[in-house]
């Protein structure tokens, strides 16, 4: 909708110019009126009307005195002269001032409209053409911006003072974020991580981004916006994660390290990429890996075998057979530490697990012909494992899938079941371990469990739960090798503070002075 501004001495006149068509029908929307020189030309610099209906006489500035004075100052939209003259002088002068028309008094309703929408055609055309030349800047700068984020530009050769000031990348450093929205519950498609980052930073110019391979590359610049990503890390990293099925819980964030020039950008970008492939790998719940995490990756030492695939096969179906519970998760957790340093692709990782669940299943059911027992067909595991995003979700299929063959091909006592579970806490404190995710994996309801181990082990679950994580934190503290923020890590507390609280209240005092009183040395 296209603004108009009505500017005539006489009220009755402007009355009559608002309703003498349906402005709105036409594309306009009426912004104002004014009824002398001065304000009307105060109006037209500050509404900026696309269409302006001027008197010629008008106190205190000629009209034609308003358009030139306008003109002078930048002004570029339209305007229609009225006027009591047709004096052949004003409409020369108003020609010089890119007057659209001049007319008369009374005014021709037909010709006032049908002018009108060649001036609305004109301005379609107009924007139409600013936001094509838009769209080719815009295409322009992504495409800079890529080759220099990626390495494929030289930035110290091939950008030129205006090619720096166009992207506005003059900062004291810079840092890469990758960005992608995978398994996505919620529907609003407008959401994306630059939307936050544009909030954050107060609209200010303290970021680039543009999108390729379904991922959303942003170069973050000068040391006011790593600040405020790091202040969203920490509050992505606190007591309250995001909520399942908010839109921030559909994404990952890999960043690389911070750099201080331009022609270091892509070493940010490569840590950036790096990270963000071995996001199959990350914990529950983790929805960021940074450079900080580097030097712990992974590396590319083992293979995918066939012979690999048998030997597990065999493991698994001997505790299958016997119903040994731990020995199946401690083979489970074995696998993926495995398969963390192996060389394959993710697919390659999640084809092999397939085809171990597959030849697991096959065995089984020639085992136990003749019981049934509720197997997913062949297509459909291979579909849900290849669509997984993460190497715990495959696992805890496989778990619970195990847990369903024992189930259905023996019957274990509830010793036996506390026994499992207390093997599984002694393996598992470090991960986000509740009883409502366990229980369903031992084939129990989780209030009716939880009855159960307090009754038995004499403490509730996460009671026992805190208890194995301190007794584990305290052989840490007297190693002297890590960090108090570090071992926190270790042993489950994603927060320092919440494991500050927790060890004083099991131990009576804080991590650093358990260590100094048992002559462990105190962090700096």
């Known amino acids: 909708m296209y603004s108009v501004l009505i500017v005539d001495d006489e009220a009755h006149i402007r009355d009559a110019l608002k309703s003498i068509t349906d402005w709105n029908a036409l594309g306009f929307s009426i912004c104002g009126e004014a009824s002398d020189g001065e304000n009307a030309l105060q ?47 004003y409409a020369q002068e108003a020609i010089l001032y890119n007057v659209e028309a001049y007319f008369s008094k009374p005014i021709d309703k037909d010709a006032l409209c049908e002018t009108v929408c060649k001036i609305k055609q ?16 815009r295409q322009i700068r992504n495409l800079i911006l890529r080759e220099l984020i990626t390495g494929e ?54 970021f680039n981004d543009f999108e ?57 970008y490569e840590d950036a990429c790096r990270l963000m492939n071995r996001r199959f790998f990350c914990r529950q719940s983790q929805h960021t890996l940074g450079y900080e995490a580097l030097s712990s990756l992974g590396g590319g030492t083992r293979q995918l075998t066939p012979e690999l695939l048998s030997e597990y096969t065999e493991y698994l179906v001997g505790y299958l057979q016997t119903f040994n519970r731990k020995h199946v998760a401690d083979t489970l957790h074995k696998l993926e530490k495995y398969l963390y340093h192996v060389q394959n692709s993710i697919l390659e990782i999640k084809l092999f697990l397939a085809d171990l669940y ?34 715990y979700e495959i696992t805890q299929f496989l778990s619970e899938q195990f847990e369903m063959i024992m189930s ?5 006592n509830r010793n036996s079941v506390l026994d499992d579970i207390l093997y599984y806490i002694d393996h598992n404190y470090q991960n986000n371990i509740k009883l409502e995710s366990i229980a369903p994996l031992f084939g129990y309801n989780s209030a009716y469990l939880g009855k159960i181990f307090n009754k038995t082990v004499g403490e509730s679950f996460n009671s026992y739960v805190d208890h194995m994580r301190i007794e584990h934190s305290k052989k840490l ?48």
């Not at 091939?158 to 810079?174: G, H, R």
């Not at 049934?372 to 190497?391: A, C, D, G, W």
Request: proline share 5%.
């Open 358 to 391: 597959l030849c697991i299943k096959e065995r089984i059911h020639l085992v136990y012909n003749t019981v049934t027992i509720p197997f997913s067909t062949n297509s459909e595991v291979i579909s849900f494992i290849t669509q997984r995003h993460y190497l």
């Open 408 to 412: 259905a091909t023996g019957n274990p």
């Open 153 to 206: 530009c030289d930035a110290s050769v091939n950008l030129s003072p205006e090619d720096m000031a166009a992207l506005e990348l003059s900062a004291d450093t810079y840092q890469v974020v990758i960005c992608e929205s995978f398994n996505p519950i919620s529907e609003d498609p407008t959401y994306s991580f630059a939307d936050l980052l544009k909030v954050t930073n107060r609209e200010e110019h303290t």
């Open 43 to 89: 109006m037209i610099l500050s509404l900026q009307p696309d269409l302006t209906l001027m008197d010629i006489h008008i106190p205190a500035m000629q009209g034609l005195q308003v358009i030139k004075a306008a003109r002078e100052q930048g002004f570029q939209g339209r305007f229609i002269i009225i006027s009591n003259y047709s004096d052949f002088k």
């Open 212 to 268: 390729e391979g379904g991922k959303h590359i942003i170069l973050l610049k000068g040391t006011y916006a790593l600040n405020r990503f790091r202040d969203f890390l920490n509050h992505y990293h606190g007591a309250t994660p995001p909520q399942k099925g908010s839109p921030m819980d559909t994404l990952f964030l890999a960043y690389g390290c911070p750099v201080q020039t331009l022609e270091e950008i892509p070493l940010s």
């Open 477 to 524: 503290l007297l190693q002297n090798k890590y960090k108090v923020y570090e071992i926190a890590e270790r042993v489950g507390y994603r927060n320092v503070d919440y494991f500050h609280k927790k060890f004083r209240k099991y131990v009576g005092e804080s991590p650093v002075e358990f260590r100094k009183k048992n002559g462990g040395t105190v962090e700096v």
């Open 122 to 137: 004109s301005l379609d055309n107009e924007y139409r053409s600013i936001d094509n030349i838009e769209l080719i800047k």
